[in-house]
DNA sequence: TCCGGGCATGACAACGTTGTCCGGGACCGG
DNA sequence: CCGGTCCCGGACAACGTTGTCATGCCCGGA
């Protein structure tokens, strides 16, 4: 049992091939080849150079090592929203995982849907050398990656496309998910949907409430402005809101949610009342299926997002040179019974 | 509107000070003095400089520079089961909001609860620099990190202690919270309560199931070992031990699970049924208050977890050479109703 | 005895940056 | 006109590593 912290020899300088090259009483050279077993050094002369290595606690240095060779940091840079948000970190998880499978890490961080710190974090990882950024984009303005890309950073959007930059872009299909969820209300009954939705600035959430016209539309359900809440939106004010849309002599009956945090504050708002509106949400979560009513929501593929940008980007680092592919994934409805209470 | 992926120039080599001085006519020096806003620089030939600097899309190695100055990646490390869970995310998301008040980026990468995989990762970042590593073992060996912290690379353990090493340590009180929910549910009457843990050979797991021993002891509930029931667990299985702890002629009235998983699986496992048995679960986790019906849960708070790690591994960077900390942070019993039910 | 060849090892430069130091010109006062 | 100071700019080394090339040695064959 080892104690360890601060104390004992004080923040020693690490050990270098030269500490070791000196102890082994070799060159610097033949170090090297040792710690990268490569051939032509002499048993006997091996054991001396890892019997060195062992007694400084000698680990070579990576950032040299790849300084030298010019090659890659083995790092893929991951800017997006909030890295303790689970729908982000379900796409990191995914992201990691390819990444894992090409041999690199992932150096993830938080932009707090703030453009400047997005930019800042994004330049500084390509001032890192990342092989390459995932961006799920906050701001619209993205021409600051121009020379980052072409001096050969690939950049793979994903969530949301950038804002002046036609790049790899990885999407799901917003629009057509909320087409669908108002067209399942419709279906039941309801004539008067709401929709509750993120900042209008926000890419997802201003698809979402297109979606969400189209689907009036279709359905030949009237577009009442007045039945639209964006965001942003916090507990005490979705209460607020919410008294708003369900009083009046044409309350709503039903309600579309633009993404799962809006939709977990509507039904902490809602809970301990007699009988919830019909709900539809946007974005899948752990345990819709066990709230009462559970809910029925627009599900879609956090992981494959995750999973088809990682795998665009390494396709770029393998030298694909093809014009930017813009993916849209689909979306499901995934019914709950919740949508299905008649108007 | 910049279009941009793999075409255009080929892959080009970045810039580097000696392009940029070469354009703008000046030394390499001269260019280093500009980027860093070093003075005595001539205004007329800072502009050249800067001119030849946005024409290359030139920024500066990062790599290079904390080599040359021998000052700190900017990197800590941080090592856990998965990132994908939320409750690693919101660890990660405590860390990551320290290590940016320090001027630091996060590496994160999921050791999957493979000690090897651990122990590699761990070396790597190691490799890489980093100025620390934030641990949630997977392992009970961590020998192989004495080396690297005797090195000056910090190393801090969260939610479980390191094998063989004493060191800096952040854990919850998981024999507390255990305690305190076997006396809850003993309380409203219940005698014959199940433990549902984790896999054993986890630290936290095994610590919970003692917890739940000693607060049998305390409430006078005999223990029973056939009400035990350790994982790990997943769907298909926690349906036949649920079946198997709640028939009979004794049947278990109340249960504690070991963490949120097992929490969730029990909750979809039994939901629909019509009588629930009381439950309470270790970890807090989202919507539990709005399930039906509501989760009593031993909560504690992750990001503090996550939160006094970093603090800790700061302390350490800044020259705190005080002997291992361990901290343990308290637990509470928050109670939402299900926990009531008398046997 | 000499020579070619293979083997083990080392000297040196280079990756891209920054710290140290030095030189040369402009400018000033005497 | 001379010496000193200030300012701007550059040459060079170094960070820790690896690629290139050279060196010394031993061996077998002529």
Redesign the pocket.
């Known amino acids: 049992m080892t104690t360890l912290s601060g104390t004992g020899p004080r923040r020693v300088?690490?050990?270098?091939?030269?500490d070791?090259?000196r102890l082994a009483?070799?060159?610097?050279?033949?170090?090297?080849?040792v710690?990268?077993d490569?051939?032509?050094?002499?048993?006997?002369?091996?054991e001396r150079v890892l019997a060195a290595i062992d007694q400084l606690g000698?680990?070579?240095?990576?950032s040299?090592?790849n300084?030298?060779?010019?090659s890659s940091a083995g790092i893929v840079g991951l800017v997006m929203e909030d890295v303790a948000n689970p729908f982000y970190s379900e796409l990191t998880g995914a992201v990691e995982e390819v990444a894992r499978q090409h041999g690199r890490h992932v150096l993830a961080a938080s932009s707090g849907e703030d453009p400047d710190r997005e930019r800042e974090l994004a330049l500084e990882f390509c001032a890192r050398r990342v092989d390459g950024l995932i961006v799920v984009p906050a701001g619209v303005q993205h021409g600051y990656l121009v020379p980052e890309m072409r001096a050969g950073t690939p950049a793979v959007f994903v969530d949301r496309p950038a804002g002046d930059v036609v790049a790899d872009t990885v999407l799901v299909d917003n629009i057509g998910g909320t087409v669908a969820a108002v067209q399942h209300l419709a279906r039941y009954g309801h004539r008067r949907i709401a929709f509750l939705g993120d900042a209008p600035d926000i890419f997802t959430a201003a698809e979402r409430l297109r979606g969400f016209r189209e689907g009036c539309a279709r359905a030949g359900v009237r577009y009442d402005e007045d039945l639209v809440a964006m965001g942003p939106h916090d507990a005490p004010g979705i209460g607020a809101t919410l008294r708003r849309l369900l009083r009046g002599p044409e309350p709503a009956t039903a309600l579309v949610t633009g993404n799962n945090r809006i939709t977990v504050l509507v039904l902490r708002a809602l809970a301990g009342q007699r009988d919830r509106p019909a709900l539809v949400g946007f974005d899948d979560f752990e345990l819709a299926d066990l709230v009462n009513p559970p809910v029925t929501v627009i599900a879609h593929d956090v992981a494959a997002l995750g999973r088809t940008a990682a795998e665009l980007l390494f396709a770029r680092l393998d030298g694909d040179g093809a014009p930017p592919r813009r993916v849209v994934l689909p979306v499901r409805l995934v019914t709950r019974g919740s949508g299905e209470v008649p108007a």
């Open positions: 300088r690490r050990a270098t091939m030269s070791v090259a009483g070799v060159s610097i050279k033949t170090v090297s080849r710690v990268n490569e051939p032509g050094v002499h048993q006997a002369t091996a000698f680990r070579r240095n990576l040299a090592r300084l030298r060779r010019g």
